[in-house]
């Protein structure tokens, strides 16, 4: 079954707002492992990796709303 524009929207929403707590929660448990003195690095490479995953569903995001808004335009 397919998905109509505002179910992809909706759906791409979520996952832009799942991402950004994901990337609040990796924050916090960097911050909180630099002040016991541990290493960080992999922490911030998975952070990282979440950002640019951020950015790509943000695009998609963007992308299914100008889809929407053109075809309510055209009705």
Same mark, same amino acid.
Not at 18 to 24: G, H, Q, V
Not at 30 to 55: F, N, Y
């Given at each position: !079954?397919? !998905?109509?524009?505002?179910?992809? *929207? +909706?759906?791409?929403?979520? #996952?832009?707002? %799942?991402?950004?707590?994901?990337?609040?929660? #990796?924050?916090? +448990?960097?911050?909180?492992?630099? /002040? $016991?003195?541990? @290493? %960080? &690095?992999?922490?911030? &490479? &998975?952070?990282?990796? /979440?950002?640019? %995953?951020?950015?790509? *569903?943000?695009?998609?995001? $963007?992308?299914? *709303?100008? #889809?929407?808004?053109?075809?309510?335009? @055209?009705?």
């Amino acid at each position: !079954m397919a !998905m109509n524009d505002r179910d992809l *929207f +909706a759906k791409a929403d979520h #996952q832009v707002s %799942t991402l950004k707590e994901r990337i609040a929660r #990796q924050h916090e +448990a960097i911050k909180h492992a630099k /002040l $016991r003195g541990h @290493s %960080t &690095a992999a922490a911030e &490479a &998975a952070q990282q990796a /979440l950002v640019d %995953t951020l950015r790509v *569903f943000e695009k998609r995001r $963007r992308q299914v *709303f100008e #889809q929407l808004e053109a075809k309510e335009r @055209s009705l």
